[in-house]
């Protein structure tokens, strides 16, 4: 099992925008990594669900799954209870509230360790709770370090982020993989997407691929829609079908990587993560 101790060097996103907190790959055997991105309500973290269940199909463990989302629910996707969150360490540690007699470094590993959620094949962080007022810059410091040396011992990383393109202006997805945005077939929701691939490309911000997903479909895509992708510059990967089986275990409080293979959303999902998965 991992440990964070006698580790290397470094993979890591965080929600949090200052200082800035990033992905930085630079170990020879570097780990794979896959960050999701889209509108809210496309859903995005159904489909890190889905892709952490691919690699673990494919034997492609142990998995790191970062849930950078401050309205975390990526645990419940996964069927895991929700423990500590490295949010909720950084704020002890900006309120001082550090038992006497123990560093801030050693404090901060302890938190970390008990920050992870273990499962078969993969591990779970929670960021939690964005900053409040006052100065963070120490805490982050210490949390940057310890996420990077424990993310270095994984070969595949999933990142579900937050809706949106805050975490991409603030520069706090970085040096990634892949970059899968995530899309409905709306208007709205492809104009977004082609914002994030567009901000991801002027920022410079070291994707090695972005990927367009249409999620939830009734129907094929368009030929208006697929022209508005191409006319973008984004690359489709595929399309996943609307799904009931989705509903009904989000509704009953399943988790949906449980869900079986031979539902039509995994079938495609699988299918996309082919085309994306080193």
């Known amino acids: 099992k991992p440990s964070i101790k006698n580790t290397v060097v470094r993979i890591v996103i965080?929600?949090?925008p200052t200082p800035e907190i990033s992905i930085e790959r630079k170990?020879?055997?570097m780990s794979y990594s896959v960050a999701?991105?889209?509108?809210?309500?496309?859903?995005?973290?159904?489909?890190?669900?889905l892709l952490i269940k691919f690699l673990l199909k494919q034997n492609k463990t142990p998995i790191l799954a970062v849930d950078a989302d401050c309205n975390a629910n990526l645990n419940e996707v996964l069927g895991l209870e929700l423990g500590n969150t490295l949010g909720g360490a950084r704020e002890d540690m900006k309120k001082g509230d550090v038992p006497s007699g123990m560093t801030k470094d050693i404090?901060?590993?302890m938190k970390l360790e008990e920050s992870m959620v273990e499962a078969p094949g993969f591990d779970l962080v929670v960021m939690g709770q964005p900053e409040g007022a006052g100065c963070y810059c120490a805490a982050n410091t210490l949390l940057a370090g310890f996420m990077d040396r424990l993310a270095g011992n994984?070969?595949?990383?999933?990142?579900?982020n937050?809706?949106?393109?805050?975490?991409i202006s603030r520069l706090t997805t970085k040096n990634v993989d892949v970059l899968l945005i995530v899309s409905d077939s709306s208007r709205r929701g492809l104009q977004a997407a082609i914002r994030i691939d567009d901000l991801a490309r002027r920022l410079n911000i070291g994707v090695g691929k972005s990927y367009a997903v249409i999620n939830?479909?009734?129907e094929a895509p368009s030929g208006q829609a697929l022209e508005m992708i191409k006319a973008g510059g984004l690359e489709l990967a595929g399309t996943v079908p609307e799904d009931q089986t989705i509903y009904q275990f989000d509704f009953n409080g399943r988790p949906t990587i449980e869900m079986p293979e031979d539902c039509p959303s995994v079938q495609a999902a699988f299918n996309i993560f082919d085309k994306i998965v080193a």
């Open 14 to 16: 965080f929600r949090w």
């Open 107 to 109: 404090f901060m590993e």
């Open 162 to 167: 937050e809706a949106g393109m805050e975490h």
């Open 36 to 49: 999701l991105a889209g509108k809210g309500g496309t859903g995005k973290t159904t489909m890190a669900g």
């Open 216 to 218: 939830q479909i009734k």
């Open 27 to 29: 170990r020879i055997n």
């Open 154 to 160: 994984y070969p595949f990383i999933v990142m579900d």
